[in-house]
Nanobody
Framework: QVQLVESGGGLVQAGGSLRLSCAAS????????MGWYRQAPGKQRELVAI???????TYADSVKGRFTCSRDNAKNTVYLQMNNLKPEDTADYYC?????????WGKGTLVTVSS
């Protein structure tokens, strides 16, 4: 089992920045792929960013150039630095991890961007 706990969400004005953190704990014996998804009201959950065990990253087109996903392997923690936020970035942001082919999810943290 892997437990994921997010933090760092909140309310910010358009153009502002936020940094999300996700700490993983449990049965983790090696570096695992982790990342972030988001779900806006009335919409499906979508990929935001993934960072693999070798620290290569994949981003959704909508966040490229604005968001940066990074990790601290010693702390089993992944971060999402979000800059130049837009109202359309408003959503619940969920941490994701893959261990042994199984997906694990955090409970989510709300990001609200006001115009």
């Amino acid at each position: 089992q892997v437990q994921l706990v997010e933090s760092g969400g909140g309310l910010v004005q358009a153009g502002g920045s936020l940094r999300l953190s996700c700490a993983a704990s449990g049965s983790i014996s090696r570096v695992i792929p982790m990342g972030w998804y988001r779900q806006a009201p009335g919409k499906q959950r979508e990929l935001v960013a993934i960072i693999r065990s070798g620290s290569t990253t994949t981003y959704a087109d909508s966040v490229k150039g604005r968001f940066t996903c990074s990790r601290d392997n010693a702390k089993n923690t992944v971060y999402l630095q979000m800059n130049n936020l837009k109202p359309e970035d408003t959503a619940d942001y969920y941490c994701w991890a893959n261990r042994g082919g199984l997906a694990y999810w955090g409970k989510g943290t709300l990001v609200t961007v006001s115009s």
